[in-house]
């Protein structure tokens, strides 16, 4: 897995969302899948004026602490402010100006490779002296290339 480091400006994300924390994902019960399939039925691209209706965002947000705690996941698009308003089934969000450290997986499909790359992320920050500001992390994947079984994914996660 490849890292640089790159500030990135303030982002206004919508989408569809859940509250969750990694041990519930890692269990049977895990929301994430249900998240990704709303996302693909909302067809929220096609309902909100979006900036590069291509990226697609799941935004981990609303930290209860670290890790280890509860977290709100937003699957969606940068969108301009307000433009959610009337569609209340959608979630927003700013991501504040930020410093990434943004990690690229292998490829390989979906479901193996983002599950690769969170875990080298978390064995990274045990060794790390970088720290972690968990005010907003996203993966990113482009819809133009977006083969689910040949895919790689870019993490932007948020550090001091």
Not at 51 to 77: K, M, P, Q, R
Not at 116 to 133: D, K, L, N
Request: proline share 5%; charged share 15%; aromatic share 14%.
């Amino acid at each position: 897995m490849t890292t640089y480091t790159i500030n990135k400006p303030a982002i206004q994300l919508t989408g569809v969302s859940v509250r969750t924390t990694n041990a519930e994902e890692m269990g049977p019960n895990g929301r994430l899948p249900q998240l990704w399939e709303s996302y693909f039925g909302s067809q929220i691209a096609a309902q909100l004026p979006t900036n590069n209706g291509n990226l697609i965002y799941a935004l981990y947000t609303d930290y209860e602490s670290d890790a280890t705690g509860a977290y709100t996941v937003i699957i969606g698009h940068e969108t301009a402010e307000g433009a959610m308003q009337g569609e209340p089934i959608f979630t927003s969000a700013l991501v504040p100006e930020s410093k990434f450290l943004v990690f690229t997986s292998e490829k390989g499909p979906v479901y193996e490779v983002v599950g690769q790359a969170w875990a080298g992320i978390w064995a990274y920050f045990q060794e790390s002296e970088e720290v972690r500001t968990f005010t907003g992390d996203y993966e990113l994947y482009d819809s133009r290339n977006f083969d689910p079984m040949n895919t790689q994914v870019q993490i932007y996660i948020a550090i001091k």
